[in-house]
C-alpha cells in the first residue's frame, strides 16, 4: 500500500511564493523506502506524525520542519508508522530572501528553520487534521512575515530564465543580459539556492526529459539526446544517472509511484 497524498494549487495571494501543497497520510510498520529525485523548487517540510530518517547521502532523523534545499543527487528516505505531512513546494529564490536564509548546505541534507519564527505556526497547523486548514494557517503565517507586495530582483529573474530557457541558449548569454560578473552571479545563486547556475540548469534539463519520457514505451535516446542539447547519448546517460543514481532504463522501468510522492511530482503531472 503506497502513501495516500493530495495536491493543493496556491491561492493569488500567496502564489508569488508557493508553488505546490502537498499532504501526505500513511501508516506502516514495516516501512517505506525510495527517494527523492532532485528538482528546481525548495519545500519547507512539516511533519506532524513520526519523523522519516534518511538513509543517504548522510544517515540522520529529519526534524519536525526544515527547508529541504536544491540538491544535485537523489536522497533516500525512509517512511515508517505514522507519516502525516505538509509539503510547501516554493521558488527557492524568493523562500530564501524573505526569510534571510542561506541555502548553502555544506554537508547538511536539510536546512534548519528558527524555532522562535516557526514552532508557533507548527502548532497551530498541528491542531488541525484538514490539509486546507493547515494551508491557511500558513498562508496567515506567510502573510505576517512578510505582508508588502513582494518584487523580484535581478537573482529571481534570473533564476526564472534559466528554468524556462531552451536548452540551446547558454548560460553566458542568459547571464550577459543582466551586466554583472559570473563570480558576483554564482556568489548570489549559491546564497539564494545553494547551487550554481550550472547545476540549476542540468537539474532542469533532467526534469523537462522525465517528463518526455513514457514508460509504456521504448525509451527513444536520440530524440533525449537531441531535446536536452547533449553533446551524445552516453553523455545524457551519465548525467541522468549523476542526479537519480540510476540509469535511465531501470529508473523507468521500475515503480516510480512513491518517487513521485516523495518527489513532489504527481500533483504537477495531474
Same mark, same amino acid.
Request: proline share 6%; aromatic share 12%; glycine share 4%.
Given at each position: *500500500?503506497?502513501?495516500? @497524498? =493530495?495536491?493543493?494549487? %496556491?491561492?493569488?495571494? +500567496?502564489?508569488? &511564493? !508557493?508553488?505546490?501543497?502537498?499532504? $501526505? ?28 530518517? *534518511?538513509?543517504?547521502? @548522510? =544517515?540522520?532523523?529529519? %526534524?519536525?520542519?526544515? +527547508?529541504?534545499? &536544491? !540538491?544535485?543527487?537523489?536522497?533516500? $528516505? ?193
Amino acid at each position: *500500500m503506497k502513501p495516500v @497524498a =493530495e495536491y493543493f494549487k %496556491p491561492g493569488n495571494d +500567496i502564489s508569488w &511564493l !508557493v508553488k505546490q501543497f502537498e499532504a $501526505i497520510n500513511f501508516y506502516s510498520k514495516k516501512g517505506l523506502t525510495d527517494k527523492f529525485v532532485p528538482r528546481q523548487d525548495a519545500s519547507l517540510v512539516f511533519h506532524f506524525g513520526t519523523l522519516p530518517r *534518511m538513509l543517504s547521502p @548522510a =544517515e540522520q532523523q529529519l %526534524p519536525r520542519y526544515f +527547508i529541504a534545499p &536544491l !540538491v544535485p543527487t537523489a536522497n533516500r $528516505i525512509m517512511i515508517k508508522g505514522r507519516t502525516d505531512v505538509l509539503i510547501v513546494t516554493c521558488n527557492p529564490t524568493i523562500l530564501s530572501r524573505i526569510l534571510g536564509i542561506s541555502m548553502i548546505r555544506e554537508k547538511k541534507v536539510c536546512l534548519n528553520l528558527p524555532k522562535h519564527v516557526f514552532n508557533p505556526v507548527w502548532e497551530t497547523m498541528k491542531k488541525h487534521d484538514d490539509p486546507e486548514a493547515r494551508i491557511k494557517a500558513f498562508s496567515g503565517f506567510i502573510h505576517d512575515i512578510y505582508p508588502g507586495k513582494y518584487i523580484p530582483d535581478e537573482t529571481d529573474i534570473m533564476f526564472e530564465m534559466i528554468c524556462n530557457s531552451s536548452f540551446n541558449t547558454q548560460l553566458r548569454d542568459i547571464i550577459s543580459d543582466f551586466q554583472v560578473c559570473e563570480r558576483t552571479v554564482q556568489r548570489r545563486f549559491r546564497e539564494r539556492l545553494g547551487i550554481t547556475p550550472k547545476m540549476l540548469s542540468r537539474i532542469v534539463k533532467i526534469n523537462y526529459l522525465w517528463n518526455t519520457i513514457n514508460s509504456k514505451r521504448p525509451i527513444d535516446y536520440q530524440d533525449l539526446v537531441f531535446l536536452g542539447n547533449y553533446f551524445d547519448q552516453t553523455h545524457f546517460i551519465k548525467d541522468f544517472k549523476a542526479m537519480t543514481g540510476e540509469t535511465p532504463d531501470y529508473f523507468f522501468k521500475r515503480n516510480l509511484d512513491m518517487v513521485r510522492i516523495l518527489s513532489g511530482r504527481a500533483g504537477q503531472e495531474n
